[in-house]
């Protein structure tokens, strides 16, 4: 069956620090695989997804995540993070039919930064 | 464009009544999909559709809920009788099918309190 898992329900990370959320799926084929974010009382806003190719995706907002296939892993960076950035994250992903794309979630990582 | 629009954005009900959410996609899309999200179960597919029929209800908790989608603009979530444990935040998200995959739009949310 397919699923994802985010290891960390919480993390905080001091502003202009670097950021790793993890996430590894689940998935009988090649997934499609997305990393969005919510903040607080918003709906979700989608960050990156990858789809095929280049391993490395880049996103908005200055996040990145690499695809790796043998770690069955999607983590997420950033280099030097923002107040701005504080909000829950989730990682999710998706089987594709010609009916459209049905998503699973994570539970979601809690990212909060410390000045 | 709007975005996915989501009313009431609040609901606040007893035990035993019946409530309807409702979502207008955005223009356009031809995918619809209602997710719940909660603290214990992280965010859920419940149903979604394509060109306005039912794909896959199996996220459907039980027959309490009920969703229909009678054009390509408008869509309700139904749950009679509600129950306090239905209490959560109900998404509404839209995406255009086919072809590439494409991301899920979603909108803000309702918050549904059930006393």
């Known amino acids: 069956a397919q699923s994802v898992t985010q290891p960390d329900i919480h993390i905080t990370v001091s502003e202009g620090a670097s950021l790793e959320l993890r996430c590894n799926y689940s998935y009988g084929a090649t997934p499609y695989l997305f990393w969005y974010v919510q903040s607080p009382g918003q709906g979700l806003q989608l960050l990156l997804k990858y789809f095929s190719g280049d391993t490395l995706v880049q996103g908005i907002k200055g996040f990145e995540a690499e695809f790796k296939r043998s770690q069955s892993s999607f983590n997420l960076r950033k280099p030097s993070v923002h107040w701005s950035d504080a909000a829950e994250y989730f990682c999710?992903?998706?089987?594709?039919?010609?009916?459209?794309?049905?998503?699973?979630f994570g539970k979601g990582t809690t990212l909060s930064v410390s000045s | 464009d709007a975005g996915v629009i989501q009313s009431p954005r609040h609901e606040v009900t007893e035990m035993g009544q019946e409530v309807t959410l409702r979502c207008k996609p955005i223009s356009g899309h031809n995918s619809l999909f209602w997710y719940r999200q909660t603290m214990m179960r992280g965010l859920e597919l419940l149903i979604y559709f394509n060109n306005n029929v039912p794909i896959d209800d199996s996220g459907m908790p039980e027959d309490r809920f009920s969703a229909k989608m009678p054009n390509a603009s408008f869509s309700t979530l139904k749950i009679q009788p509600s129950e306090p444990r239905d209490s959560a935040v109900y998404f509404c998200?839209?995406?255009?099918?086919?072809?590439?995959?494409?991301?899920?739009?979603f909108g803000p949310g309702t918050r549904l309190t059930v006393l």
């Open positions: 999710a992903v998706g089987s594709f039919n010609q009916a459209g794309t049905a998503l699973i």
């Open positions: 998200a839209s995406s255009s099918a086919g072809g590439d995959i494409n991301e899920q739009f």
